[in-house]
């Protein structure tokens, strides 16, 4: 098992910026990618943003890309979302996820544990 506590979330106006943290425990962290999902409202969730096993390797949404960056602490347990430039369509529940699955898998199916999430809210 591996438990997932997400923090950071808020409100904060367009243009402005938000760190996400995603801190982990359980089996050892350094096993899995990690992700990022989010889900609006009246949406369906959706990939933001994976980092590998070591953090050498990531992939983002094009939506976020430039914007966005993914980051882990190993040492700390710890996963990272930097949102920077956000919009109102950043809007969302973010939620990260843990996956033993190869090959940046951008599909929920694919992870394995989930955090509870923490929302994000961008007004104009």
């Not at 962290?29 to 990022?36: C, E, I, K, L, R």
Request: charged fraction near 15%; hydrophobic fraction near 35%; proline fraction near 3%.
């Amino acid at each position: 098992q591996v438990q997932l506590v997400e923090s950071g979330g808020g409100l904060v106006q367009a243009g402005g910026s938000l760190r996400l943290s995603c801190a982990a425990s359980g089996r050892t962290f350094s096993n899995y990618a990690m992700g990022w999902f989010r889900q609006g409202p009246g949406k369906e969730r959706e990939f933001v943003a994976i980092i590998s096993r070591g953090g050498s390797n990531t992939v983002y949404a094009d939506s976020v890309k430039g914007r966005f960056t993914i980051s882990r602490d190993n040492a700390k347990n710890t996963v990272y979302l930097q949102m920077n430039s956000l919009k109102p369509e950043d809007t969302a529940d973010y939620s990260c996820a843990a996956t033993r699955s190869f090959g940046a898998p951008t599909s929920p199916l694919q992870y394995a544990y989930w955090g509870q999430g923490t929302q994000v809210t961008v007004s104009a």
